[in-house]
């Protein structure tokens, strides 16, 4: 079975340019997170997504925005890109829509802001 | 009194040894917790869960305990391999939260 697949792998913008990324779930798996991983740190929540709806938000500024399509399928856009916004961004997929089951990740998307 | 493992952010062990790496979570509320391997280029990689109705669960070669009084999570390896080289997260949720809360991760370097 396929895991979580992220695209694109890589990824360069400039300052003030928009991104979106895109991430397909595990088959099967209703609930969609993403999270931003600076170098050195651990993962730091942004959203999630589960049956299409917002379930939560993590302390990122309105320029970061997600949603989630009836296939299940995410996208996250961030607007007017800052230098602190290079990060890996990680895609989770989980069964359902709580925290009683393990999510898994995608190899993430590497976005480095020039 | 009891002692809490300390976090450390790097561990060196020789292969065959055990490891041993110790986590500290922050909400008192958390009830359900994960430790991931991360390696390099890669996201994080579910290794084992624990719900906070347990104190121990074992998995193929790996041990999590979880200590509620404290506050406190680990993790063992058993008979460390080179393959298991990578940088491990500890990470708390709590019920319909959704999200989970990683904490700050170790490097493991297992010397051959």
């Known amino acids: 079975d396929a895991g979580v697949t992220q695209s694109p792998t890589h990824l360069i913008k400039t300052r003030g340019q928009q991104v979106t990324l895109r991430c397909s779930p595990i088959?099967?798996?209703?609930?969609v997170s993403w999270y931003q991983q600076v170098l050195g740190q651990g993962p730091q929540f942004i959203f999630q997504?589960?049956?299409?709806?917002e379930r939560g938000r993590g302390n990122f500024p309105d320029r970061f925005s997600a949603r989630q399509f009836p296939n299940y399928s995410s996208e996250l856009n961030v607007n007017a890109l800052l230098l602190g916004d290079s990060a890996l961004y990680l895609c989770a997929s989980r069964w359902g829509g709580g925290s009683q089951d393990p999510q898994h990740f995608g190899d993430g998307t590497r976005l480095s802001i020039l | 009194g009891e002692s809490v493992g300390l976090h450390l952010p790097t561990l060196s062990v020789q292969e065959g040894d055990n490891s041993i790496i110790n986590c500290a979570y922050s909400?008192?509320?958390?009830?359900?917790f994960i430790w991931y391997k991360q390696e390099s280029g890669k996201g994080p990689q579910f290794i084992i869960d624990?719900?906070?109705?347990?104190d121990k669960r074992q998995g193929q070669r790996v041990t999590v305990l979880l200590n509620k009084t404290v506050k406190h999570l680990s993790l063992q390896i058993a008979a460390t391999q080179p393959g298991d080289s990578a940088v491990y997260f500890c990470a708390e949720s709590y019920t319909n939260a959704g999200k989970s809360t990683f904490g700050d991760g170790t490097t493991l370097t297992v010397k051959p």
């Open positions: 997504y589960y049956e299409k709806e």
């Open positions: 624990i719900r906070s109705n347990m």
């Open positions: 088959s099967g798996h209703k609930s």
């Open positions: 909400n008192s509320a958390s009830d359900y």
